[in-house]
């Protein structure tokens, strides 16, 4: 049965006619180098395979995925890119996050909430954008100057700051019982959707098909909105930037 949504998505793709568009941003400087950003993301991609029914690498789910990440990655300046990895996490939750350094998981749920290949290929296009413009990296350096979520970091996490565990905390990657939380402030969701976006345009795809599923998952959301959304705070009129961004 997923097998064949795969197939249904594949065919309902929304097809875009490429171009050279616009041009990526520089995602400036993280103070954090590339390699402690990677350690981190797969220390904390570990922590997800311990705590989530990931499929096998060899799942048609996955192998799907996998190929429709790295059509987004190819659109990504060589000098900016991670060495992005897909992963399918095997729950009907609409959900969707991407390390640092590059470790991507999307749930079963998104694949099937999605109503054609160009939706999904957004959600994942925003997520590889944090990662793009190295969001949780600055965090963690705000987090190094202020102090304030290393606190906050403590509490929630129930363990004193320090180690893996505290840096993960600082870039605002946590573990519990809900599973791992990301979150990130409304001007880095406002990157996102716009790098998202690009990515979008210059995979072939309508880009316009990102905010349609923001669309589909604020109809949903009601008391109890899909956890990629309370995850991700929305910056306010994201139809209409997307729109602009598209313009």
């Not at 490429?18 to 402690?36: C, L, T, V, W």
């Not at 989530?52 to 060899?58: E, R, S, T």
């Not at 996490?157 to 870039?171: I, N, R, S």
């Amino acid at each position: 049965m997923r097998l064949l949504w795969l197939i249904v998505l594949l065919l309902a793709a929304q097809a875009y006619p490429q171009s050279a568009g616009p041009e990526f941003p520089n995602p400036g400087n993280a103070h954090m180098s590339r390699d402690k950003q990677r350690q981190l993301g797969l220390e904390a991609a570990a922590q997800v395979y311990q705590q989530m029914p990931v499929l096998p690498d060899n799942s048609p789910e996955t192998q799907y995925i996998r190929e429709l990440g790295q059509k987004l990655v190819a659109t990504i300046p060589s000098e900016y890119s991670w060495p992005f990895d897909f992963h399918v996490v095997a729950q009907k939750d609409i959900n969707a996050f991407a390390l640092p350094g590059g470790p991507m998981f999307v749930n079963i749920g998104t694949i099937t909430a999605a109503a054609n290949e160009a939706e999904l290929a957004g959600v994942m296009a925003h997520e590889m954008s944090h990662v793009y413009m190295q969001h949780s990296a600055k965090q963690a350096s705000k987090a190094q100057t202020t102090g304030l979520l290393a606190g906050i970091a403590e509490a929630a996490l129930g363990a004193t700051v320090g180690g893996t565990v505290g840096e993960l905390g600082q870039m605002g990657i946590q573990m519990g019982a809900q599973g791992l939380m990301l979150k990130y402030s409304r001007g880095d969701e406002s990157q996102a959707d716009a790098v998202g976006a690009m990515i979008l345009y210059k995979a072939g795809y309508n880009p316009q098909a990102l905010a349609n599923f923001f669309k589909t998952l604020e109809s949903q959301g009601g008391q109890t909105p899909p956890q990629w959304l309370s995850d991700h705070p929305n910056p306010g009129n994201r139809e209409q930037a997307i729109e602009q961004e598209i313009k």
